[in-house]
């Protein structure tokens, strides 16, 4: 069989638990098994419980041998912006400079990360994104021996927006994605990350959405603040201030059903 029509089992993994879903791929393709499991919080702090978790559910043959996409909760990426420059035309060279500019913020610990940094135009800046480099090892692992075959694996964040950025309508905006204790925002310029940023935040994460909306004004001089996107869980929407006519909830009921995106959606209702 073509991998290209193999069934695809999406994954999210976060502190709070973990989300399967496992799609038949053909003309219309269709969510055949689901999975939702819990975690207790702190104990699902570290990564290696979520991946114990997965590990246990790939007991049950019904997730193997098929295509496999991952999306790992922003509890444990890291992200930066790299500007563009004309000196950096190789990719190694690229990551080299990704690398550095995340050393600034985190130190050696990057030498523990996988990095990757997103294609850009000329003239705009890239988006740097690193996971703990043995989370990955660990679930490379795991797929290979229940013959899983591994085609996408990225932060959150980065999922959600290419999942939703077509319904950014605004040439200057915020996208915002919240859940597990963290906000992890973008600013977008004329459908370009020009900025990126991720931080802790309590229940009413809204008051540390217009902290670095004051900052970001600060920092560029300018009072122009555009609207927030929000892809936040419906558990979440309740603790906000109601008095934030920017703010625009982004409705799962639209995302588009790909493997990928239906973890995230799953995750939104069930975590």
């Given amino acids: 069989m073509s991998p290209l029509w193999r069934d695809e089992v999406g994954t999210f993994l976060g502190p709070r638990g973990i989300v399967l879903a496992r799609m038949q791929r053909g003309i219309r393709p269709k969510c ?4 939702h499991l819990g975690l207790d919080p702190v104990q699902g702090a570290n990564w290696e419980s979520a991946v114990d978790a997965f590990r246990q559910q790939l007991e049950d043959p019904r997730w193997h041998d098929a295509n496999a996409r991952f999306v790992i909760s922003d ?3 890291h992200y930066a912006l790299m500007p563009w420059s004309r000196e950096l035309a190789r990719d190694a060279e690229r990551l080299i400079h990704a690398r550095l500019i995340l050393k600034k913020t985190h130190g050696e610990k990057v030498d523990e990360w996988t990095v990757s940094v997103s294609e850009a135009l000329p003239g705009t800046p890239s988006i740097v994104s690193a996971l ?3 989370l990955i090892d660990e679930l490379k692992s795991i797929s290979a021996a229940c013959k899983l075959r591994l085609i996408s694996l990225q932060p959150h964040l980065i999922v959600a927006y290419n999942s939703w950025r077509k319904d950014l309508g605004a040439a200057t905006s915020w996208f915002a994605l919240v859940d ?4 992890s925002a973008m600013h977008i310029t004329n459908g370009r990350c020009d900025g990126i940023r991720s931080v802790r935040c309590s229940a009413d994460w809204s008051v540390e959405m217009q902290r670095m ?5 600060l920092a560029r ?3 122009a603040a555009g609207p927030v996107y929000a892809d936040v869980p419906v558990r979440l929407r309740k603790q906000v201030e109601q008095d934030n006519p920017d703010l625009v909830f982004l ?11 239906r973890v995230s959606m799953l995750k939104a209702g069930g975590l």
């Avoid at 055949?32 to 999975?35: A, Q």
């Avoid at 597990?180 to 906000?183: N, R």
């Avoid at 909306?213 to 004004?217: A, P, T």
């Avoid at 409705?251 to 995106?261: F, I, K, L, S």
């Fill in 75 to 77: 509890s444990w990426a």
């Fill in 32 to 35: 055949v098994i689901e999975n």
């Fill in 213 to 217: 909306q004051s900052v970001w004004r």
């Fill in 132 to 134: 703990p480099t043995a």
């Fill in 251 to 261: 409705d799962a009921e639209r995302m588009p059903q790909n493997v990928g995106d």
């Fill in 180 to 183: 597990d204790g963290l906000l």
């Fill in 221 to 223: 001089g300018h009072s």
